[in-house]
């Protein structure tokens, strides 16, 4: 039996490609006569450059401003396999919450900026790439992309600077870039925001909005996609970018369906397996491209939160979750590799390919 491992990043505890080998050295230890391919995935969130890289391009390494200003190091990818080079950046690597050093606070939502993103820009485009995808998600910003376009030079100049570059944000975040579904009320408080806070960065970026607009000749803010990372979003689109699910930039680019049609059994995953997932997540993803071909698909997640009736209604095999032979979140959360190995061999050692979707708290 071919067996296509191909899960999302497990929240903080597991990168995509981390989890794939945990899942695979279970499967493998239970059923050792079937053909495990791991193929991770993404968003556009934290671990986008790591899935690609996996599969295809060179990895480079730039040091480039963090979100407090600290200079961090970030991996980006090179990727000239065609007549135009293509560079994918994650803006995750430049400005994510991971680089605050620390709990997200008040000041840290005020003080972070996209800076860092906007040097990876330039060094991708000095590099030679004529399309640049930025991976949007996992951001510590609410800067509405200020600091990219000022480590571009300004409004203006990097306007000048992408006009023969093609850009792409990739996110599945569609909130606008302000009111009350935009980038700092629904996710300033994520990123250390209080009310106040949230007021300051909506006024800062209303303010913001207005120079987006020149530059783009248009009002972006309504645009879907705009609140993406902190409103960085918004910026790309003033710059140009059309935005593209972060998962079907992933799904294109490793050549996902020939990956699902050659599967006899699909195995995917993330942390938290509830109603949010089946609203165009990864695994929803690979779930409805699985179904269509036929092949079952079992969900892994640290937790399963996801009612039984919606698991069978979605056509799903099996949930299995981390924390019930992990015994608590604690354990599941500080042995995840493990614990999650231990999951996929139990699992594995149990399959028929009869398996109905399983509920787990």
């Not at 990727?79 to 560079?87: C, E, I, L, N």
């Not at 092949?295 to 937790?303: D, E, H, M, R, S």
């Not at 069978?312 to 924390?323: C, D, L, M």
């Amino acid at each position: 039996m071919r067996v296509l491992i191909a899960p999302d990043s497990f929240g903080d505890t597991l990168s995509a490609v981390a989890a794939c080998a945990a899942i695979a050295r279970g499967w493998s230890a239970a059923r050792p006569d079937d053909d495990v391919h791991s193929a991770p995935q993404s968003d556009g969130g934290p671990g986008f450059v790591d899935v690609l890289a996996s599969r295809f391009g060179e990895r480079r390494t730039a040091v480039v401003s963090g979100p407090l200003g600290a200079e961090v190091t970030a991996d980006w990818l090179y990727d000239d396999r065609s007549v135009s080079p293509t560079a994918y950046i994650e803006c995750a690597q430049a400005c994510g919450l991971h680089q605050l050093g620390g709990r997200p606070t008040p000041r840290t939502a005020l003080a972070a900026d996209t800076t860092g993103v906007g040097q990876l820009v330039g060094a991708a485009v000095d590099a030679g790439a004529r399309t640049v995808v930025i991976g949007l998600g996992g951001s510590a910003t609410t800067d509405g992309g200020r600091g990219l376009m000022e480590a571009l030079g300004g409004p203006d100049a990097a306007a000048r600077r992408l006009a023969g570059v093609t850009l792409v944000a990739a996110s599945d975040v569609e909130n606008p870039l302000l009111g009350d579904l935009g980038a700092a009320v629904v996710f300033g408080p994520q990123k250390g925001a209080d009310a106040e806070t949230v007021h300051r960065l909506e006024e800062r970026m209303g303010q913001w909005a207005r120079v987006l607009a020149g530059v783009a000749g248009r009002d972006v803010t309504v645009e879907a996609g705009a609140g993406a990372a902190g409103g960085l979003g918004a910026a790309l689109l003033a710059l140009g970018a059309s935005r593209v699910s972060g998962a079907t930039v992933v799904a294109e680019a490793t050549d996902r369906v020939a990956d699902v049609a050659a599967a006899d059994l699909v195995i995917t995953g993330e942390g938290r397996f509830d109603t949010q997932t089946l609203r165009g997540k990864v695994v929803a993803a690979l779930n409805d491209a699985a179904g269509a071909a036929g092949i079952p698909t079992l969900v892994f997640a640290g937790q399963v939160t996801l009612p039984a009736g919606d698991i069978t209604a979605a056509g799903i095999a099996g949930a299995h979750a981390i924390v019930d032979v992990a015994g608590s979140v604690e354990v599941a959360m500080a042995d995840a590799d493990n614990q999650l190995s231990r999951l996929a061999e139990q699992v594995a050692a149990a399959w028929g390919g009869n398996e109905v979707a399983t509920h787990a708290v």
